[in-house]
């Protein structure tokens, strides 16, 4: 069992940063993929970003390529999202998500997920 915490969400004006920590409560969290979704009302959760479990291979959704970072510390057991010019449209609950394979979470699924942290981002 892994369990992840996400903080690091909250109400931020278009064009502003934030960045998501989510720690995980296993210590063979370094070798899980990690991984960022994000639900907003009315659609679907949708993968934003993943990072291998060494860190080497990442992968971003089309629409936060160039403004979001996902970077990982397997010593804190930490996986982060910095997220940049933040657009109104990147208003949605925020999911830390955990599981063996990078692609599995590419796809929006995962053995394991957090509580979500909102994020909110005015006009």
């Known amino acids: 069992q892994v369990q992840l915490v996400e903080s690091g969400g909250g109400l931020v004006q278009a064009g502003g940063s934030l960045r998501l920590s989510c720690a995980a409560s296993?210590?063979?969290?370094?070798?899980?993929?990690m991984g960022w979704f994000r639900q907003a009302p009315g659609k679907e959760r949708e993968s934003v970003a993943a990072?291998?479990?060494?860190?080497?291979?990442?992968y971003y959704v089309d629409s936060v390529k160039g403004r979001f970072t996902i970077s990982r510390d397997n010593a804190k057991n930490t996986v982060y999202l910095q997220m940049n010019s933040l657009k109104p449209e990147d208003t949605a609950v925020y999911y830390c998500?955990?599981?063996?394979?990078?692609?599995?979470?590419?796809?929006?699924?995962?053995?394991?997920w957090g509580q979500g942290t909102q994020v909110t981002v005015s006009s």
């Open positions: 990072i291998s479990w060494s860190g080497g291979n990442s």
């Open positions: 296993r210590r063979t969290f370094s070798t899980y993929a």
């Open positions: 998500a955990a599981d063996p394979k990078l692609l599995t979470i590419a796809r929006a699924t995962a053995d394991y």
